[in-house]
């Protein structure tokens, strides 16, 4: 279990082992409002006739179950109130055949083989932002604007959006935008 009145944080390079419980036996039963509890990690649970272990997707055997009872919890979710380094929202690609094949003008230039940083942080959701009669969208790929480019785009009150958690070619952006304005 974390330490959660530890107020020291672990860099991105240490490494991070996740919880794992096993649970093994003839017959497994969570009663009514137990949990179990791995922060962050994984949990298995598993029934079977000893001292052979059978076979996943076998007829079952006898009595061998696992029973979780109404409100018995299995939690996996992360730990909260975490504070991360801003360092986590960067994220570094090396521009390869696969990272610029839906851009023919870069495929073949200069940055080929480059190493870029891509901010990963998100913007408004495109569904919840309201527009004018004539939005203007400015769509970058994996090649990031030049750092004095969003100081002159917020002078002119550009808003930053996000389509989703996923990294999307500008290409693939234009559709949901598309979409999205149609929703409308």
Same mark, same amino acid.
């Given at each position: 279990?974390?330490? $959660?009145?530890?107020? &020291? &944080? $672990?860099?991105?390079?240490?490494?991070? $082992?996740?919880?794992?419980?096993?649970?093994?036996?003839?017959?497994?039963?969570?009663?009514?409002?137990?949990?179990?509890?791995?922060?962050?990690?994984?949990?298995?649970?598993?029934?079977? $006739?000893?001292?052979?272990?059978?076979?996943?997707?076998?007829?079952?055997?006898?009595?061998?179950?696992?029973?979780?009872?109404?409100?018995?919890?299995?939690?996996?979710?992360? &730990?909260?109130?975490?504070?991360?380094?801003?360092?986590?929202?960067?994220?570094?690609?090396?521009?390869?055949?696969?990272?610029?094949?839906?851009?023919?003008?870069?495929?073949?230039?200069?940055?080929?083989?480059?190493?870029?940083?891509?901010?990963?942080?998100?913007?408004?959701?495109?569904?919840?932002?309201?527009?004018?009669?004539?939005?203007?969208?400015?769509? &970058?790929?994996?090649?990031?604007?030049?750092?004095?480019?969003?100081?002159?785009?917020?002078?002119?009150?550009?808003?930053?959006?996000?389509?989703?958690?996923?990294?999307?070619?500008?290409?693939?952006?234009?559709?949901?935008?598309?979409?999205?304005?149609?929703?409308?």
């Amino acid at each position: 279990m974390p330490q $959660t009145g530890d107020r &020291t &944080t $672990t860099q991105d390079a240490q490494g991070f $082992t996740p919880s794992r419980i096993d649970v093994v036996g003839r017959r497994v039963i969570m009663e009514a409002d137990s949990l179990l509890r791995a922060p962050a990690g994984e949990v298995t649970i598993s029934a079977q $006739t000893a001292p052979l272990f059978q076979v996943p997707g076998s007829p079952a055997v006898g009595d061998v179950r696992v029973y979780v009872a109404p409100g018995a919890r299995i939690d996996v979710s992360g &730990t909260q109130g975490v504070t991360l380094s801003v360092e986590r929202n960067f994220i570094d690609v090396e521009l390869r055949g696969n990272e610029l094949r839906d851009s023919p003008l870069l495929r073949d230039s200069f940055v080929r083989g480059q190493k870029v940083t891509v901010d990963i942080r998100k913007g408004t959701p495109i569904g919840e932002q309201a527009f004018g009669d004539n939005p203007c969208f400015l769509l &970058t790929d994996h090649i990031p604007m030049p750092k004095k480019t969003f100081g002159s785009l917020d002078r002119l009150g550009a808003t930053k959006l996000s389509l989703g958690s996923r990294m999307l070619f500008a290409s693939q952006c234009v559709v949901l935008i598309h979409h999205a304005l149609d929703q409308r």
